[in-house]
Structure formats: C-alpha cells, structure tokens
C-alpha cells in the first residue's frame, strides 16, 4: 500500500500517527531523520523550526525513505509479504521519492529482472503522427516497451527496456532511442525532464547568443517560462509586456500607421515588435507574440485563439500566424503560444549557422 499526504508539520498532519495506531507501535524520534529536517531549513538559510521536529517521528520498526527535496520524510514498513510506504503530498518531492528510493525497493520485491528507462522529449508532431512513424517500436509484444504521454502540447516518448543485466537493459534502450532519433528528427529537443526552455536556453548558451522578448496576449508568460531556468540572466537580456498601442510604439518602435491599418494582432505588428525588441535590448535573438487570448476581443476576422509569433534575428524577422481555436481556453492559449514561440527560436537556432 502506497500513502501520500500528512507528514508535515501542523496538527491536522495525521498520517503518522494513523500509521502507528494501524501497526499498534509507539512513535519515535528518528535521529537521522531530524538531522535531515534541519539541514534542509539550514540550506534555506533558516534555523528550524521546533515544530518540525515533529517531522522526524516515524513508527518504531519502520525505515525512513529520504527527502531531497523537502523537509518530510517518508516511512516504508514491511513485514513478510506486506509493504506500507508513506511518501510526502507535495507533488515534486514524491515524485522524486518514489523514483528514487521506492520505485527500486518495490522492484526488488517483486523479482523484477534489470531494466532502463529513457524519456525523449518531442514538440510539434502530434501523439497520432508520432504513433504512426512508430507504429512498430510501439508493439506490445517486444521489449523495449515505446509508449506515448503527452502534457501540454510536449509528447514524451517513454522507452523501458529490461534485460538479464542492467548493462544489456540500457544498451536496448539506448539503441530504441537512437532510431526514435533518427525517425523523429528535430520534433526530439531534450530527454528525462528537459523542458522546451532548457533546451532553448542549452542552445543559446553554447553559442554565446542572446535573447529578449516583446509581449502582448502572453503577459509575460514567455519571460516567465525562459526565466524558470537557473542561469537564464545569461543570454536572455530582459522583456516587455506591451498591450496597449502607445506602448507598443513607444517601447518597441511599432509605426503608429502600421497599427492603424492592421491592428495589434496582425502579423506586420508582431514582425515590427520582435525587430524592435531586438534593437532596443541589443540582443542576439528576439521573441515576440501577439493575439487574441479570449475570451473576449473577437471579431468575425480575428476569432479567439488567433496568435502571431515573431522571431527576429540577424538575417531578419520570421512570423508564424496561429489558429489555436478557443476551446484550449485562455490559459492554454497563453501556455501553447509561448511552446511554439520557444520551438521556432529552437528550430531557427539549430539551423542557422548565423545569430
């Protein structure tokens, strides 16, 4: 049995002491695991709290499974044939728990022969294109197993291959992986948990180049995701919201006549706004991305979901107009403009020889 949820600190917290009243045994204080909880808060910069000494109680006779991400430890107890596992709630640190420290536990229990487990990360081929140039490789029967997840508009491409040795296991893998490669091409941008902004950031950063941004149905969103990675201050150079038209001339340089004649949402407007930013930060490489992300300011010529995304370099400026549709909903139409303006960027970088 797998729990999760109620190991922190606060009173309604019960899961332990539910635990422990189950298994009929006192709570106890693990030293190992208190030693953990509080250099976790030192990492922080912080002293520990009394309270989360709280933490470090686990059922006598059960072990606890570390915690690198947080301050709550996990418990896994076992006894003959029966495992009860209690991971934490927050959903980052128990994924990286039971990948960790459970998932090999509950293989060995199982008898399970060695195996490897690749991820590669895809963007702009669809889950049916994709099923299609696999259509083999994904046949139940054969080891490796190739299966599919998609997760906002990224699919992943998940390739779990066993064998007698551990070694044999990864080089079946690693071999699935080569020809989902060579079959995908540059649809594959990353493998494990890479994201489109890592990989985008990966590139830029070997090639010395920089990167700005100018944004309007977007707020920031595109800013926001290139920024979520560590180390990001060094190519990308900053960004500018700009929704109204003022500030889009005054800020980024777009003809007052240009919007006049098409509007803010055109492609002439998006081209002007990633040349502009270009030019203003100084930067290398420009985004922009301009539309109408609903649910209001429709028109029977420009529908909800109708996107410009610009690219701007060098050799000049690329704009890519989008019908997303409105069933994706504003928030999907912000997060899916924001990928495909990442993978342009990605897909322009890795084919241009120059910036």
Sequence with gaps: MVVTGGLGPTPDDLTRYAVADVLGVELVTDEAALTDVRRCFE????????????????PQGAEVL????????????????????????????????????????LARRAGASPYHRIVLQT?????????????????????????????RGTIGIRILARGVTESEARALAEADAQEVRRRLGRAVFGEGDTTLEQAVGAILKKRGLTLATAESCTGGWLAKRITDTPGSSAYFL??????AHAQKTAWLDVPTSILR??????????????????????????????????PGGATNSKPVGLVYVAFANA???EVKELRLGEHWGREGIRDRTCSIALNLLRLRLSSDPNP
């Design 43 to 58: 990492r922080m910069g912080r002293s520990m709290p009394a309270g989360n000494e709280v933490q470090a109680l686990i």
């Design 315 to 317: 050799s000049g400026v």
């Design 123 to 151: 963007f702009g081929m669809s889950e049916a294109d994709i099923g299609t140039a696999l259509r083999d490789l994904m046949d139940r029967d054969r080891n490796p197993l190739v299966g599919t997840t998609a997760k």
């Design 66 to 105: 570390p915690n690198a991400r947080g301050t709550a430890p996990g418990i896994v107890w076992e006894q003959d044939e029966r495992m009860l596992a209690v991971l934490p709630g927050v959903p980052e640190e128990m994924r990286a728990m039971f990948e960790t420290a459970l998932r090999p536990r």
């Design 238 to 243: 900053g960004g500018v919201v700009t929704s």
């Design 261 to 294: 004649e098409h509007g803010a949402v055109s492609e002439p407007v998006a081209a002007a706004m990633a040349g502009g930013c270009r030019e203003r930060f100084g930067s290398d490489t420009a985004l922009a991305t301009t539309g109408i992300a609903g």
